[in-house]
T-cell receptor, first 116, second 114 residues
Framework: AQSVTQLDSQVPVFEEAPVELRCNYS??????LFWYVQYPNQGLQLLLK??????LVKGINGFEAEFNKSQTSFHLRKPSVHISDTAEYFC??????????????FGSGTRLQVQP | KAGVTQTPRYLIKTRGQQVTLSCSPI?????VSWYQQTPGQGLQFLFE???????NKGNFPGRFSGRQFSNSRSEMNVSTLELGDSALYLC?????????????FGPGTRLTVT
């Protein structure tokens, strides 16, 4: 079974500073990678996804992520954060498990706290 | 298109009772998945339904069950509630059960068991 590791449980950063949220997954033949954001008292919203092709993926709200197969990583970045980016961010891996069915496995989440 | 809707949004139940949560997927989506989110265990997969058939099931006890109707709406049921069942239950819909399709999440139902 896949495992997803988000190395930082909390990341404090000042407004307009750059940020990187790290995500590593366990190796697999082919995986599909997602970053979701969760604002307080809300569900998850998709930020971006990697399915194939270019390893640099651009998403909504100025976020981007880079897929690195050799390092099994999919780190999320934003060059300049806003107060409104304060939220919890989840990295997720989707693949086919031994039952032949889809499984979406989430990391434990990183709480991004943007300070003025 | 309207997003995924979940009802009710908040629920308080007593230990030992049972509860039913409802999810209406995005129009045209045939896959519905359920997840449990708790501070201690994070996001955990409960089950996925596609065209009224359970496709996959997570590692939860048999007290957790679900079903999907012909209009793709889904319900999940938890019987004999325990304090540890207090959580945010998220429903997600997708046009396909293939792994390269994203899942669209609803706002969740927050269940509190006292």
């Amino acid at each position: 079974a896949q495992s997803v590791t988000q190395l930082d449980s909390q990341v404090p950063v000042f407004e307009e500073a750059p940020v990187e949220l790290r995500c590593n997954y366990s190796s697999s033949v082919s995986v599909y990678l997602f970053w979701y954001v969760q604002y307080p008292n809300q569900g998850l919203q998709l930020l971006l996804k990697y399915l194939s092709g270019s390893t640099l993926v651009k998403g909504i709200n100025g976020f981007e992520a880079e897929f690195n197969k050799s390092q099994t990583s999919f780190h999320l970045r934003k060059p300049s954060v806003h107060i409104s980016d304060t939220a919890e961010y989840f990295c997720a891996v989707s693949d086919i498990v031994d039952t032949g069915r889809r499984a979406l496995t989430f990391g434990s989440g990183t709480r991004l706290q943007v300070q003025p | 298109k309207a997003g995924v809707t979940q009802t009710p949004r908040y629920l308080i139940k007593t230990r030992g009772q049972q509860v039913t949560l409802s999810c209406s997927p995005i129009s045209g989506h045939r896959s519905v998945s359920w997840y449990q989110q708790t501070p201690g265990q994070g996001l955990q997969f409960l089950f996925e339904y596609f065209s009224e058939t359970q496709r996959n099931k997570g590692n939860f006890p048999g007290r957790f069950s679900g079903r999907q109707f012909s209009n793709s709406r889904s319900e999940m049921n938890v019987s004999t509630l325990e304090l540890g069942d207090s959580a945010l239950y998220l429903c997600a819909s997708s046009p396909s059960s293939a792994p390269n399709y994203e899942q669209y999440f609803g706002p969740g139902t927050r269940l509190t068991v006292t």
